[in-house]
């Protein structure tokens, strides 16, 4: 009986906190953002800087907007207003739409006083790095590895993934931002390189013909993302590109492998931060001359 009392009390606590959790995350994601700032970042966990430091005060717990992420840098060089709407997990959808755990759409931060828009997404749309995680965590076994292997269905070869759709979100997206910010100028950032141009490395975490499934993956996104900023006439800032020295299998990476001893695995290193920050201040510059 004393047992019975003891799990139920436990059960008890735990739906509390449960609860008092899901008011908490309903209460930040009705608060209005400011439609103000002369700079607006949109986006996913990489321009949200996951894992790079200390949480933004005041920002939805589920995004892990870190003080470090690359919006974050652009502000403190340029002294610009920012509204960092960037959320971990979002989708092309979430940035027009929203619904990410009563999170409203991230474009509406935007407003006649923006001057600057950033954004970097597509990457959870066609499940780019939640493939690489689950990848490797089945490779290291364990409890992550029984998990992962009851859960996800394998990697998708990269011609049964939707980049039509992701293309389309992207130029339309692209297009309801420009309608939002006439004067605005819109920087849009590809995704880092994670992977190297061939085979693969301890760091990954994954084998070489993992490697070889995902590579694709990653070249199609960028390419996606050029094409539907170029459509759109955004100006983009190809870290895809810039990065390829720098992948998570090089001596000075801009991108993690499968276990970082600082950030988030397949995310950015604060080095590939940095460098985001800097190629995005060298595009102000080149567009202010």
Known sequence: ???????????????????????VLYYQGKQAPRADSPYVALGSSFAAGLGLGARETGSPFICQRSVNGYPKQIARMTGLLLTDMSCSGATTHHVVRGGQVFLGP????????????????????????????AMAYQRQGGIPGFLVGQFWKGAK????????????????????????????????????????????????????????????VALRLANVTRSAAKEAGATVVDMAT????????????????????????????????????????????EDIR
């Open 157 to 216: 070869p990269v011609d049964n993934r939707d980049f039509a759709t992701l293309r389309s979100d992207l130029v339309s997206t692209l297009r309801k931002i420009r309608v939002r910010a006439p004067k605005a100028q819109i920087i849009v950032v590809t995704y880092p390189a994670i992977l190297p141009e061939t085979g693969t490395c301890s760091q990954l975490g994954i084998d070489a013909a993992q490697a070889d499934m995902m590579r694709p």
């Open 242 to 285: 810039l990065s390829k020295d720098h992948d998570a299998c090089t001596t000075q990476p801009w991108a993690n492998g499968s276990a970082p001893t600082q950030g988030v695995a397949f995310h950015p290193t604060l080095a590939g931060t940095k460098a985001t920050a800097a190629q995005i201040m060298t595009k102000l510059k």
């Open 1 to 23: 009986m004393r047992i019975w009392r003891l799990t139920k009390a436990a059960l008890l606590l735990l739906l509390l906190g449960l609860l008092i959790v899901l008011a």
């Open 106 to 133: 991230q474009i509406d931060a935007i407003g006649p006083a923006t001057r600057l828009i950033t954004l970097t997404a597509g990457g959870n749309d066609i499940a780019y790095i939640g493939d690489l995680t």
